[in-house]
């Protein structure tokens, strides 16, 4: 068709139309790119808050991997509920230190999930990642440098396992399992962390208390987790890939091997939370929806 034609009939032409294809292209490109090639990434904010972000990472991996330890060296009775108990504490006092600075994320789930929602862009989401793993790996060596051989040995640096070798047997869970436990965990800590990303309710119920209910969401979560298989060798739901990463870079072996798990389980969670807050959350309230339809 002429391009006068096209013109009179409110079309473009076609040198018009491949002109808009390579700007939209250009467009698209250039967006992908500014969210990695951001200012963020030159922002003193931005870099106090990673450095928070990995210090907070670091205390928290050398504090929760020497409880695991000292639980079941002391032969407590129920190391899971003294563990979950401590895990509480530390993390409500670390989430209340840095919240102020970083948001208090302290996990690349939480960073991913807060990406996925809007709460952070993905140049901050990158240097945050970033820090907690340089943390965790930090805070592990921390604690590597204290403890004796036999020690590490005997209680994999506090890591994140799935199964141990006793003897020529091989005693723990499933992978399977253990992917299944974190995607359950994690999913259901999210619905805590959620208080921290709402505006609303995070001012009406106060930093104190929002940070108390995630601690104690979260030690609930390993409670659980570690009681309901019973299975010598599995040490609960990790739900913080970072910690993870820490002892499996200064252990290796079955940490490493296992590894997987403890970050597939945590992305899987963040997608179905994005699903459920896009979806679930951005729908009206039952009651009017009743009150639409004429059934109420």
């Not at 208090?104 to 989401?125: D, E, K, Y």
């Not at 709402?198 to 979560?221: E, N």
Request: with cysteine.
């Amino acid at each position: 068709m002429d391009p006068v034609v096209l013109h009179i009939v409110g079309q473009d032409s076609p040198r018009k139309m491949e002109e808009s294809k390579a700007n939209s292209r250009q467009g698209k490109a250039f967006n992908f790119l500014h969210c990695f090639i951001s200012h963020e990434f030159l922002s003193p904010e931005v870099w106090r808050a990673a450095v928070a972000e990995l210090l907070g990472t670091a205390v928290l991996v050398f504090v929760l991997d020497t409880i695991v330890i000292s639980s079941y060296q002391t032969k407590t009775e129920t190391p899971n509920l003294v563990i979950s108990f401590f895990i509480f504490i530390t993390l409500t006092i670390l989430l209340l230190a840095t919240f102020p600075i970083s948001g208090g994320h302290i996990n690349p789930a939480i960073t991913f999930s807060a990406v996925l929602v809007g709460v952070i862009s993905p140049s901050r989401a990158v240097v945050y990642v970033s820090a907690q793993c340089a943390g965790a790996v930090l805070g592990a060596l921390a604690l590597k440098a204290v403890v004796s051989s036999s020690i590490e040995e005997a209680f994999s640096l506090g890591g994140c396992t799935v199964s141990v070798i006793v003897g020529a047997v091989s005693v723990g869970v499933t992978k399977g399992q253990a992917l299944w436990l974190e995607i359950i965990c994690t999913f259901v800590l999210f619905a805590s962390v959620w208080i921290a990303f709402d505006d609303r309710q995070a001012k009406a119920m106060g930093l104190v208390r929002v940070c108390s209910i995630i601690g104690a969401v979260a030690g609930v979560l390993v409670f659980v987790s570690s009681t309901v298989i019973a299975t010598k060798g599995y040490a609960g739901a990790g739900m913080n890939p970072a910690r993870c990463l820490g002892a499996a870079v200064m252990r290796g072996g079955q940490l490493w091997n296992s590894l997987w798990v403890f970050w597939a389980g945590p992305a899987i969670a963040c997608l179905l939370f994005y699903v459920y807050v896009k979806i679930v959350r951005d729908l009206p309230p039952w009651t009017e929806v009743l009150s639409r339809n004429g059934l109420q």
